[in-house]
């Protein structure tokens, strides 16, 4: 890119900000930018983590998302209760494809809706009984948890309930952790309060369960922290840690447990994916128990090579050299992965809108197939996302924050790139007006795209959607006459 397409994505982002009123204009001005070489920071050209404006469509989940739907569901031996009307916990059940071994029901639960489906009555005399109701009803119908987490949605923020006082009690009677988490869906500006949130619930009510328990540790001990292993991505990425000889003591959270959990302070190192979800808990146990931490990135070769070495550096000459023959040994499978889709991919342009750490983490794959970023953004990020984004844009590059719909719609027309990489919420808009489309928050129901072997899938993937025939014979439902 060049300074010429810097003016012109300038020049475009004035345009599409021409349709909004000039007070709502000048506050979403403040959410995009046009990214500059020469920046070492955004600094005040973005700004992040604030409320979306009223009227604004934003695509944005709430605290309970991002506390039941991302922390603490894939956790698959503790049952997670919604705390509330029914909707929130069937919307947020089973759509993320955490995948998890052992079987649903028995001693694996994340599948499985857990509700105490509030009525109106509960809203008037409160919920707390039944909440104690329903936690024995789950400890006599499903015995083998591990513990249970209580998910509290709005209504029982709205009407005070404490849950903290009923978890305390039932854990007693139980003989199991109760976790309350107060991540009603209001609290904060998105799902990123919810992350925070539940991170600060593990660090009080699970982390130091185990404290002063025997644990066999070695030297090499790792935790994969922020894998939700959506597709299997976290088990892609754990044969290639443990190829350079670590141990993968515990995964949070996809195919994870709670004892793993409980036993994390006793790592020698952290290994964090989605830095947005799970830095809370990293930072906390870097300060209280000395354990480093470290983002890492295994979306493609170039960054998979990357990581596996800086996550190397960590560790003795053994771990060193054991690196680099799994990078060795996995060079003949990645190029003729390159050479096949490469040539069909080279040169496409591709604009990205995704939350956590999929704006920048995934930059790397499309460059190794050759494919150009001309523009993305976070749905929920903070401004130390959008600096550790700069370093892999190129000049000129659109980069923005919690877009509207029609502010995506708009550039999306205007930029015309060769595939767009969205959510669910968008998925069906773009596809019906013909544009080439991969829901890349669940991996569209494909994966894993973590490490080498899912860069193969990762490829494949973008092959098969950008260059199928069938978008050419699409019109968009709206655009066709009577």
């Known amino acids: 890119m060049t300074s010429e397409t810097r003016e012109r994505n300038e020049a475009l982002i004035q345009e599409v900000l021409e349709i909004f009123p000039e007070k709502a204009r000048k506050d979403r001005q403040k959410h995009m930018m046009v990214t500059d070489p020469e920046m070492e920071s955004v600094g005040k050209c ?195 840690l443990e190829e350079m000889g670590l141990r993968v003591v515990a995964q949070w959270s996809g195919d994870g447990t709670l004892v793993e959990m409980e036993n994390t302070p006793k790592v020698a190192l952290n290994l964090v994916h989605c830095y947005r979800s799970m830095n809370y808990i990293s930072r906390h146990m870097e300060e209280k128990h000395g354990i480093p931490w470290m983002e890492y990135n295994f979306f493609g070769p170039t960054k998979i090579a990357e990581s596996l070495r800086k996550i190397a550096e960590r560790f003795d000459e053994t771990i060193q050299k054991n690196a680099e023959a799994v990078i060795e040994r996995y060079q003949q499978q990645t190029q003729a992965v390159i050479d096949k889709y490469r040539p069909r991919l080279e040169g496409k342009k591709v604009l990205l809108y995704l939350g956590g750490l999929r704006p920048r983490h995934i930059i790397g794959a499309y460059e190794d197939l050759g494919m150009e970023i001309i523009g993305t953004g976070y749905e929920f990020g903070h401004n130390d996302d959008f600096d550790r984004t700069l370093p892999m844009l190129k000049e000129g590059t659109l980069l923005f924050d919690d877009l509207s719909s029609y502010e995506l719609e708009a550039f999306v027309k205007a930029l015309k790139p060769d595939l767009v990489g969205s959510g669910i919420k968008e998925k069906y808009i773009f596809q019906k007006m013909g544009v080439p489309f991969r829901q890349m928050h669940s991996w569209d129901y494909s994966g894993p795209y973590h490490g080498y072997d899912g860069f193969g899938i990762f490829a494949r993937d973008m092959d098969m959607t950008l260059n199928n025939p069938g978008w050419n014979q699409l019109t968009a439902p709206w655009l066709k006459t009577a």
């Open 46 to 240: 973005i700004v992040s983590n604030r409320k979306s404006q009223p009227g604004v469509m934003t695509v944005r989940g709430c605290a309970y998302a991002g506390s039941k739907g991302v922390v603490f569901g894939p956790i698959k031996d503790m049952a997670h209760i919604s705390h509330g009307p029914i909707g929130c916990g069937q919307y947020s059940r089973a759509g993320r494809r955490n995948y998890y071994t052992g079987w649903s029901g028995i001693n694996s639960f994340g599948t499985l809706n857990f509700t105490s489906d509030f009525q109106e009555r509960d809203i008037v005399f409160g919920g707390d009984k039944k909440l104690d109701k329903l936690i024995d009803e789950l400890e006599m119908l499903f015995p083998l948890t591990k513990g249970i987490s209580v998910q509290s949605e709005c209504p029982v923020g709205l009407i005070g309930d404490d849950i903290s006082a009923v978890a305390k009690a039932s854990s007693a009677k139980i003989g199991k952790p109760v976790v309350p988490v107060r991540c009603e869906g209001f609290r904060g500006v998105s799902q990123s309060l919810g992350h925070h949130i539940a991170n600060d619930v593990i660090r009080d009510w699970v982390l130091d369960n185990r404290e002063g328990d025997s644990f066999a540790t070695t030297p090499y001990d790792v935790a994969i922290i922020g894998d939700y292993n959506i597709g299997g991505d976290a088990w892609a990425s754990r044969i290639l």
